[in-house]
């Protein structure tokens, strides 16, 4: 880790390792907004989004789009370009190999991706288990008593199945 020393912090804690990987990971602000390939980052919807990069210049097979562990990463190569006499009065068009990664949140998933006029677009989705979304509790009308008895025959009925 270049920026922090969060060591101090880590000595007391247990199992934050993911947190010190992601600070690790965050982009380097020299990269500065002006970084190519320039992109845009939009929300389709309340669990949709979308990431369209600027890729003039480049085909479908000088590109390529990876997903692992919560990192997608977006390689554009550029082959040889044949040596021509040109005189440029200003060279402005980048076409030049890159690489750009972005770190997606647990349960952001890749749904597709085109290429098409220049722009590459890529979609996500965020698909949060059942499991892990959140629920609603009845609340019962009585005494605490009377659910933790309903509580104890519910354990007891589930041990007199399993024998």
């Known amino acids: 880790m270049t920026r922090f020393d969060l060591s101090p912090l880590f000595r007391s804690t247990v199992g934050f390792d993911r947190l010190a990987r992601l600070l690790d990971e965050l982009p380097d602000p020299t990269d ?3 970084s190519y390939p320039p992109y845009d980052i939009e929300t389709l919807g309340d669990d949709r989004y ?17 997903f692992h562990e919560n990192r997608l990463t977006i ?8 040596k021509q006499d040109r005189k440029f009065l200003h060279h402005g ?9 972005f770190q997606l949140d647990d349960h952001v998933k890749v749904t597709g991706a085109a290429l098409k006029d ?15 979304k959140p629920r609603r509790i009845e609340i019962q009308k009585g ?13 007891e009925g589930s041990k007199s199945k399993a024998a």
Not at 76 to 81: D, F, I, L, N, P
Not at 93 to 101: A, C, D, L, Q
Not at 121 to 127: F, G, K, N, Q, S
């Open 32 to 34: 500065g907004p002006h």
């Open 50 to 66: 979308r990431i369209t990069m600027a890729v003039a210049g480049f085909t479908q097979d000088m590109l390529d789009i990876e």
């Open 75 to 82: 390689t554009g190569t550029v082959g040889e370009a044949p």
């Open 93 to 101: 068009i980048g076409n030049r190999t890159f690489e750009r990664s």
């Open 118 to 132: 220049g722009l590459l677009t890529v979609d996500l989705i965020r698909e949060i288990p059942q499991e892990l």
């Open 143 to 155: 005494s605490g008593d009377n659910l933790l008895g309903k509580a104890k025959k519910m354990i």
